[in-house]
Structures are given as C-alpha cells and as structure tokens.
C-alpha cells in the first residue's frame, strides 16, 4: 500500500471500530432489562453452564453449585411481586468434581393476578411448588431468576443466576423464538446487575399461517387467530391489492379458532397486467396480514421458498400465479392472467 493511501486505510480501520463498538452497545441495551426496585441487598450467583428457552417455551437450566458446599435439595426459583414459582433442581455430580443442578420445565401464559390460581405454600403467599405437567404458569412481566439451596441440617441458602452471554449469531435460526403455540414470548434477559431475568409477554393480536396449498385450480390457506378480540364471525378474508387498495372478499370457514378459505382468484386478475395483494383477515377497522410469525426462522422469504403456478379457473381461463413469503413473513400473490382472462379486479367486492 502506497503513503498516500495509508492514512485513508487507518481512518477506515477506526470508523469500523467505532461502529462495531455502538452495534454491541445496541445490543446490551436491547437484551438488558430495566433495574427492579431499590432495597434490594446484593445476593451472590450461580454460574449457569447453560440457561435458554428453547423452542419458544422449554426452560432449560443447568447451573454450577457452589464449590465445597454440601448440598441436599435445591430448587430454582422465579419471582415476581409477591409471587414465586420453585422448580425442584437434580443434583448431578461430575466427574471432575463439580456439581450441575438441572432442570427442565414447560413455560405457559396466564392472566391470573398475583397471589390467586393454585400456588399454594405455606407461610409465603403465592408460592408454587412442583409445577405438574402443565409447566410453570407465568403472568406477563419481568421474572428475577434464583435459586434456594437447602443443607443436610435444614440452612437454606437463596443466590441470583448470573446471566448468560449475549446471543451473537446471525444465521437463518434466530436466538430467541415465541411460543408456537400460544404466541406468548419467554425471553432470558440480563439485569443492569448481571443477573438472569426471565421477560414473559403477552402475544399480540394477529393471524398465524398455518399451511397454504397450492392445486391446479386454487390456493387454499389455513391458519388461526392468535389472542382473538372478537367472535369468529366478526373476521371476514380479504384480498387487498398494493397500490391500487382494491378489496377482495373470501367465504371463510372456521373450526374453533383456526380458520381456512380459497383465494379468491377469478377476482384478482386483470388482464394481462401482474398485480401483487396481501392476504389479511379484516376485523372491524382493524386489518391483520396472515404470516408465519410464531417461527425461529430469520429471513423467512429466503427459507420459504415456493413456486410459480399456472392455475385454471372455473370459466377455462389461465392464470400465472406466486403465494409466496414477504421478508416480514406475510403472505402475498402475485397474479397475472393470459390472454382472455376475465377483467374482474378493477372494483371493490
């Protein structure tokens, strides 16, 4: 490299340090979760091997004991307010000499206020033991993430969970999914003080792709509303075309909250011009695009990939058309119509 080049190269080589250094300051602040109340005195914490929610609601912990302490129980807990759920902990001794305490339990939402439902115990209200098979039943909110170590004469001892490190990955599986189930978010956080925090979420309003087929005269979807704010029978299946705002209706089937219905396509072709729409469910004024949403995937329209597809209409025409994923994991269609297509878009249904 020439003199003259050199000085251009090192300011380059600081401005990318300089950016690099704002982007892992972005990312602390965005998995930091804001500072509980004050009064709260220091507490010593276990160094976790591993702590994640994986598949959007399994809560996997493994957590290093204290060395030299003599152990006869342990229980990992989660508090919020004046509720706490305990999950009993499995003592597994290594060969090396060190003890892992690990747990494995399944994350549900409820809206049961603090202190009501069925955690019970004695002398603390609110306090959940064993948790059944349903798993821990959390309220939306931050959860402090501890643990309490019980000794052979009966002492029990509560720490923190020192947090994890900061997911970095940037590949087509993302980090941190929502349940796929319900919709609700289990997301592990880190407090100002370095300790776990588990972040519960409600799931918002919204409708989930399920399946979409593609046959050689229609395109069927099927999907569900996730928290509904309305009765089945207040949505309505539309097809509203980018640009031009024209509106196409479908008849809409329902099986409780999941719903199904055919494209309606002899409505969105016009000639041989393409046109793009955006398939939603429509509820009172609000408009809700169906998309793949409760998924790890990243860049869903690269992973989804689908096909073009000649279809026939009932009336013998052809059409050309694309049901694909948009980058925002919406469904879309692109539709084109071949000669003699009937011209049936152009107004609102």
Same mark, same amino acid.
């Given at each position: 490299?020439?003199?003259?080049?050199?000085?251009?190269?090192?300011?380059?080589?600081?401005?990318?340090?300089?950016?690099?250094?704002?982007?892992?300051?972005?990312?602390?602040?965005?998995?930091?979760?804001?500072?509980?109340?004050?009064?709260?005195?220091?507490?010593?914490?276990?160094?976790?091997?591993?702590?994640?929610?994986?598949?959007?609601?399994?809560?996997?912990?493994?957590?290093?004991?204290?060395?030299? *302490?003599?152990?006869?129980?342990?229980?990992?807990?989660?508090?919020?307010?004046?509720?706490?759920?305990?999950?009993?902990?499995?003592?597994?001794?290594?060969?090396?000499? *060190?003890?892992?305490?690990?747990?494995?339990?399944?994350?549900?939402?409820?809206?049961?206020?603090?202190?009501?439902?069925?955690?019970?115990?004695?002398?603390?209200?609110?306090?959940?033991?064993?948790?059944?098979?349903?798993?821990?039943?959390?309220?939306?909110?931050?959860?402090?993430?501890?643990?309490?170590? *019980?000794?052979?004469?009966?002492?029990?001892?509560?720490?923190?969970?020192?947090?994890?490190?900061?997911?970095?990955?940037?590949?087509?599986?993302?980090?941190?999914?929502?349940?796929?189930?319900?919709?609700?978010?289990?997301?592990?956080?880190?407090?100002?003080?370095?300790?776990?925090?588990?972040?519960?979420?409600?799931?918002?309003?919204?409708?989930?792709?399920? *399946?979409?087929?593609?046959?050689?005269?229609?395109?069927?979807?099927?999907?569900?509303?996730?928290?509904?704010?309305?009765?089945?029978?207040?949505?309505?299946?539309?097809?509203?075309?980018?640009?031009?705002?024209?509106?196409?209706?479908?008849?809409?089937?329902?099986?409780?909250?999941?719903?199904?219905?055919?494209?309606?396509?002899?409505?969105?072709?016009?000639?041989?011009?393409?046109?793009?729409?955006?398939?939603?469910?429509?509820?009172?004024?609000?408009?809700?695009?169906?998309?793949?949403?409760?998924?790890?995937?990243?860049?869903?329209?690269?992973?989804?990939?689908?096909?073009?597809?000649?279809?026939?209409?009932?009336?013998?025409?052809?059409?050309?058309?694309?049901?694909?994923?948009?980058?925002?994991?919406?469904?879309?269609?692109?539709?084109?119509?071949?000669?003699?297509?009937?011209?049936?878009?152009?107004?609102?249904?």
């Amino acid at each position: 490299m020439s003199d003259a080049l050199l000085p251009y190269a090192v300011g380059a080589a600081k401005r990318a340090r300089r950016v690099a250094v704002r982007m892992r300051r972005r990312v602390e602040r965005l998995h930091t979760a804001p500072a509980f109340g004050g009064g709260i005195p220091p507490r010593p914490a276990l160094r976790p091997l591993h702590l994640s929610v994986l598949g959007g609601r399994t809560l996997n912990a493994a957590l290093f004991a204290p060395p030299g *302490t003599d152990l006869a129980s342990a229980q990992l807990e989660l508090a919020r307010g004046g509720r706490v759920h305990r999950l009993p902990l499995e003592l597994e001794p290594q060969p090396d000499g *060190t003890l892992l305490l690990t747990a494995t339990t399944a994350l549900r939402l409820t809206d049961a206020p603090a202190g009501t439902g069925t955690d019970t115990g004695p002398g603390r209200a609110g306090l959940g033991l064993t948790p059944g098979r349903a798993g821990l039943a959390l309220t939306p909110g931050l959860w402090r993430v501890g643990t309490v170590l *019980t000794r052979p004469d009966g002492q029990e001892q509560r720490t923190g969970v020192a947090a994890v490190p900061l997911p970095a990955t940037d590949g087509p599986i993302a980090p941190v999914s929502p349940d796929p189930a319900g919709g609700a978010h289990f997301r592990l956080m880190r407090s100002v003080d370095g300790f776990a925090v588990l972040k519960v979420r409600a799931p918002a309003h919204q409708a989930e792709l399920d *399946t979409f087929a593609l046959r050689w005269d229609r395109i069927s979807v099927r999907g569900r509303v996730v928290a509904p704010q309305a009765p089945p029978a207040a949505y309505t299946a539309q097809a509203v075309r980018r640009g031009g705002g024209a509106v196409v209706q479908a008849p809409l089937e329902w099986d409780g909250d999941a719903f199904a219905f055919d494209l309606p396509l002899a409505g969105m072709v016009s000639g041989r011009k393409a046109l793009r729409w955006d398939i939603q469910l429509q509820q009172g004024r609000t408009g809700l695009k169906i998309g793949r949403r409760l998924t790890d995937l990243r860049r869903r329209n690269q992973v989804i990939r689908t096909s073009f597809r000649i279809i026939a209409l009932e009336d013998g025409s052809l059409l050309r058309v694309h049901a694909y994923i948009t980058s925002a994991g919406a469904l879309a269609v692109s539709c084109v119509g071949f000669e003699g297509a009937p011209d049936g878009a152009e107004g609102r249904v």
